[in-house]
């Protein structure tokens, strides 16, 4: 066997220049395949844990895939708003232990402003039921108080003290800051890997003292401005509608029967959703483009393999010499058979070594770009079962592509290598 590999890796370095390039086209689609498989991973896993420990998620009535997207990743806009008597009528349900409001609209920069209660800071958990903690300061108080998460604080350089502007609408243009109340930083929440750390968060009443005088979206003349801009030391008013409402139950034994309650109450037209039930019919309903990518991916990977079988086709017309004396020498069908998936096998192994050498780099360069940008947790542990799955398809694939080149040399004749074609 030994001389079998010597002889194989001898002839596959006189054509390296060729070879080189087909083990380039395999490490790329090797890391295509690698990098599609973890981040489709790692996006589930990241959403999947952006929000744990909450029973239902509480909203006007509409899509729940919508509600779940609004209130908890601060993605699209809520079609209309929860009333805050229908907040009230949801605390007061016995099988209720504990409701955080939540209203969402302005911004801070492009990050998302998220008004709640202090309660938030103690009930909502992301990941395996991990519980926010503090890297500065505290929660907020009744005051013009805000507490960053962790990705607004380091962006943008701020600390426990400065002071800020935030700014009517959602999006990454402001043009209606809320200058007549500026907020000062009261606490900064160490990293969670959640949109939580992309968002700045504010008292109920303060967001209510945001708006106080804006009438349909349109801010105030210069008069109600004044009286806006007026000391406040502390406010009491909470919004008279929100955005969403997170539940957690007594005993999660009694989640559909709240769920019941709550879509029959006739004052308001609500919606109560699973959080877990609702994500999984978003994965479904991205299935279909989750499975076109990984088979584009695996297309690639096939056509780089395709052009491995080619080169080696197209080489055989310039080694029948080479076979024929091989042949003449003494080496078996089988021997010619080895040496020829012997060398496909190796320029396959070659090319799924780089790729996966470029997908260690490429993580450990973009993990935090796509931590920072889009809240996506890429791992850096191992290789995962699925992972090695491809791997191990891939080599048997270009193991199988080998069969076509060898079958053809074998087909060969010894008279034909040995006397040239006219």
Do not use: C, K
Request: glycine share 10%; no cysteine; aromatic share 4%.
């Amino acid at each position: 066997m030994t001389p079998l590999v010597n002889l194989a890796v001898r002839s596959a370095w006189a054509r390296r220049f060729t070879l080189a390039l087909m083990v380039v086209a395999v490490a790329l689609s090797t890391f295509l395949l690698l990098a599609t498989e973890r981040l489709r991973h790692d996006v589930r896993q990241s959403f999947a844990q952006a929000l744990s420990g909450t029973d239902l998620i509480v909203g006007a009535r509409g899509s729940p895939t919508q509600l779940l997207l609004h209130s908890v990743f601060h993605l699209g806009q809520p079609t209309q708003a929860m009333g805050w008597s229908s907040v009230e009528t949801v605390f007061a349900l016995p099988q209720v232990a504990w409701a955080v409001p939540l209203a969402l609209g302005d911004s801070f920069r492009g990050h998302p402003v998220v008004a709640t209660s202090p309660d938030y800071f103690q009930r909502v958990q992301v990941g395996d039921r991990q519980s926010l903690r503090w890297a500065a300061g505290q929660a907020f108080g009744t005051g013009a108080e805000t507490v960053l998460g962790a990705e607004v604080a380091r962006r943008h350089g701020l600390r426990v003290g400065d002071r800020l502007t935030l700014s009517h609408g959602s999006g990454p243009i402001d043009n209606q800051p809320h200058d007549e109340l500026p907020f000062v930083v009261s606490g900064i929440l160490a990293p969670t890997g959640s949109p939580i750390d992309r968002s700045v968060h504010i008292s109920l009443p303060a967001m209510q003292a945001l708006h106080a005088d804006w009438v349909a979206g349109v801010r105030p003349g210069a008069g109600a401005r004044a009286r806006s801009a007026a000391p406040q030391a502390e406010f009491t008013q909470p919004p008279p509608a929100i955005t969403a409402l997170l539940v957690g139950l007594h005993s999660r034994a009694a989640v559909f029967s709240v769920q019941r309650r709550i879509h029959d109450l006739r004052d308001e037209a609500l919606s109560a959703v699973l959080p877990g039930v609702t994500l999984d019919e978003l994965w479904q309903s991205l299935g279909i483009g989750e499975a076109a990518l990984r088979a584009l991916t695996a297309l690639v990977a096939l056509t780089s393999l395709a052009g491995l079988v080619a080169v080696m086709l197209a080489g055989l017309e310039s080694r029948r010499r080479e076979l024929a004396i091989l042949r003449a020498v003494g080496a078996g069908p089988l021997s010619l058979l080895g040496l020829l998936m012997l060398e496909s096998t190796l320029a396959t192994l070659a090319g799924m070594v780089l790729g996966l050498l470029l997908g260690l780099l490429g993580l450990a360069g973009a993990a935090g770009p796509v931590q920072a940008e889009f809240g996506i947790s890429l791992g850096a542990d191992g290789l995962r079962a699925g992972e090695w799955r491809l791997l191990a398809a891939v080599l048997g694939t270009g193991v199988l592509a080998s069969l076509l080149p060898a079958w053809r040399a074998l087909r060969l004749s010894l008279a034909d290598g040995l006397s040239p074609r006219a």
